[in-house]
């Protein structure tokens, strides 16, 4: 069964969502939500008490939250909420995908809440089972196998994580984007040169390291602004001046971040 077309209103930002349902309300159903949206959206405080869900921007960044603790969650992983854990979350990048079960899959068992690293094999298959209407069998192998590919993130210190080199030191940043590491730290603790890792991360992202952690801090600050004062974003997402940060995102933007903030909450 597929359920198509409805239109939720999240955080005052029209979002068509697309729901995909199937054997809901058995052990082994799994529900799709497909959010398109042209602004950051925010899914405000909330608890699901009867199923569990995750999380995934393909093409941007999460801010989640639960208890006390932000994460930063970028497309290689998705933000993972036990029923009846209380969390929030903040999406930007124009499309996010919300998956509820009713199991928990082997490789989450214990994490309440928390980043959870998700195989290229899951991530198409949550596409495919929102893309279009699959039959009963079909969506049921693809259930199991999603499952089978969330496993715990190893968090900002699993740099052996796999991927390569540039893939490892990404995750890393991804959760913590104000980490000052410079590229030659970072090769440090990979053990390989300085080189080689800048040659990874232009092989792997097509931009250099620099680049590419000035956009991760740029797209970090996008999904913060309309809840934190400029001078505020800028120390989270690791700039050392708001004057500094206001002028990167400006240059990438074309407005400063406090009237980028303003056009959203007008």
Request: hydrophobic residues 40%; aromatic residues 8%.
């Amino acid at each position: 069964m597929s359920l198509r077309g409805h239109v939720h209103t999240v955080a005052g930002d029209p979002a068509t969502c697309d729901e995909y349902g199937y054997r809901l309300g058995r052990p082994d159903g799994i529900l799709v939500l497909h959010y398109r949206f042209s602004e950051p959206v925010d899914f405000s405080e909330r608890r699901q008490d009867l199923l569990h869900q995750l999380y995934w921007a393909p093409t941007g960044m999460l801010a989640a939250r639960h208890g006390n603790q932000t994460e930063f969650i970028g497309p290689a992983e998705v933000f993972w909420a036990h029923r009846a854990v209380t969390h929030e979350v903040r999406a930007d990048g124009g499309v996010l995908f919300r998956v509820f079960l009713r199991e928990i899959p082997a490789g989450l068992v214990g994490l309440a809440a928390g980043a959870a690293a998700l195989t290229p094999e899951a991530a198409g298959l949550i596409q495919r089972l929102a893309g279009h209407s699959c039959d009963e069998a079909e969506a049921a192998h693809a259930r199991v196998r999603i499952m089978a590919g969330l496993t715990a993130s190893a968090g900002t210190g699993g740099l052996g994580a796999g991927g390569g080199y540039a893939a490892a030191v990404a995750r890393a940043l991804t959760r913590d984007p104000a980490d000052a590491t410079s590229l030659g730290e970072w090769a440090d603790r990979l053990h390989v040169s300085a080189k080689t890792l800048q040659r990874d991360f232009e092989r792997e992202y097509g931009m250099a390291y620099t680049r590419w952690r000035t956009m991760l801090r740029l797209k970090a600050s996008r999904v913060l602004l309309d809840r934190h004062p400029v001078t505020e974003v800028a120390h989270l997402v690791g700039y050392a001046s708001p004057s500094a940060f206001v002028a990167a995102f400006a240059r990438e933007y074309g407005c400063t971040p406090g009237r980028h903030a303003g056009r959203r909450v007008s």
